[in-house]
Nanobody, 116 residues
Framework: QVQLVESGGGLVQAGGSLRLSCAASRSTFSIIAMGWYRQAPGKQRELVATITGGGTTNYSDAVKGRFTISGDNTKKTVSLQMDSLEPDDTAVYYC??????????WGQGTQVTVSS
């Protein structure tokens, strides 16, 4: 069983920055992509950014140009640098790693709160 452990959430003022990090409990499993999702109160979980094993990145329109995803497929770590944060970015952020079989692994979630 693989566990994903997240860190780096917190409270920040609008315009500020935070960096989220996620590490898998073991590196010896094959994944095809890593990413970050978020869920705000009363809303569905939504994609924030993903990165494939080959390094191709994808961002939601809401965060494009403000957030940067990076990952290490060997170490099974993924980070999300969040700049120019806005109150609408307030949510619980979840780390995701997709196994080559299609199985998704999720972190426990970390709260990000952006005050206006």
């Amino acid at each position: 069983q693989v566990q994903l452990v997240e860190s780096g959430g917190g409270l920040v003022q609008a315009g500020g920055s935070l960096r989220l990090s996620c590490a898998a409990s073991r590196s010896t499993f094959s994944i095809i992509a890593m990413g970050w999702y978020r869920q705000a109160p009363g809303k569905q979980r939504e994609l924030v950014a993903t990165i494939t094993g080959g390094g191709t990145t994808n961002y939601s329109d809401a965060v494009k140009g403000r957030f940067t995803i990076s990952g290490d497929n060997t170490k099974k770590t993924v980070s999300l640098q969040m700049d120019s944060l806005e109150p609408d970015d307030t949510a619980v952020y979840y780390c995701n790693m997709r196994h080559w079989t299609g199985t998704d692994y999720w972190g426990q979630g970390t709260q990000v709160t952006v005050s206006s």
